[in-house]
């Protein structure tokens, strides 16, 4: 497994520089792991992913991140989404072209994919490539993801991906303000 150069050449999640191997499966042709995340669950995805296929490893990051406050970056998904606005990324992908395979993880936001994977798709030609979708949700499905995936991608050959429900972050805030309002506090 190989993770990409990000910014100033430092690999995901690590402190050390990346270098770039051909990550060659056993079916022939370079492959590359690309996601997005903001709670960690589909870097978990990504890199489970990367090391079964011995791939390269992308974390796709925008220049401005979102809001660490969940409603906060709701809100500005939303706002986002509903302008069509893409976000600008921090780093692209070294030599996309030399890629056969793309999986592209992330996940769902309001239903469809966020705004930052329309930023890496309508940024990248991926004419005859193949794109593997894997994708988180907080339990409403897959919403309009594919769509956004094949309108953004469309000379790209899109096949069934993985798709799988994790922890609701919004309702788990609700339970725990909701927990915190009942515990009485000495003071």
């Known amino acids: 497994m190989t993770a990409l150069a990000l910014g100033a050449g430092l690999s995901a999640g690590s402190s050390r520089p990346a270098s770039a191997s051909s990550a060659q499966p056993a079916g022939g042709g370079k492959v590359l792991v690309a996601y997005y995340t903001r709670t960690g669950n589909t870097r978990v995805?990504?890199?489970?992913?990367?090391?079964?296929?011995?791939?390269?490893?992308?974390?796709?990051?925008?220049?401005?991140?979102?809001?660490?406050?969940?409603?906060?970056?709701?809100?500005?998904?939303?706002?986002?989404?509903?302008?069509?606005?893409?976000?600008?990324?921090?780093?692209?992908?070294?030599?996309?072209?030399?890629?056969?395979?793309?999986?592209?993880?992330?996940?769902?936001?309001g239903m469809t994919a966020p705004s930052v994977i329309r930023s890496f798709l309508s940024k990248r030609d991926?004419?005859?490539?193949?794109?593997?979708?894997?994708?988180?949700?907080?339990?409403?499905?897959?919403?309009?993801?594919?769509?956004?995936?094949?309108?953004h991608a469309p000379a790209a050959r899109l096949i069934e991906g993985f798709s799988k429900q994790c922890d609701q972050e919004r309702e788990t805030l609700e339970e725990v303000t909701g927990w915190l309002g009942k515990i009485k506090m000495p003071g």
């Open 126 to 151: 991926l004419t005859g490539k193949t794109l593997v979708p894997f994708i988180t949700h907080g339990g409403y499905g897959l919403g309009q993801s594919l769509k956004v995936l094949a309108d």
């Open 45 to 109: 995805i990504a890199r489970q992913i990367s090391r079964a296929l011995r791939a390269d490893l992308f974390e796709i990051r925008t220049v401005d991140p979102y809001p660490e406050d969940y409603k906060q970056q709701v809100a500005v998904a939303e706002q986002q989404r509903e302008s069509g606005f893409e976000p600008p990324l921090a780093a692209t992908v070294p030599d996309i072209g030399s890629y056969q395979t793309v999986f592209l993880g992330f996940p769902i936001w």
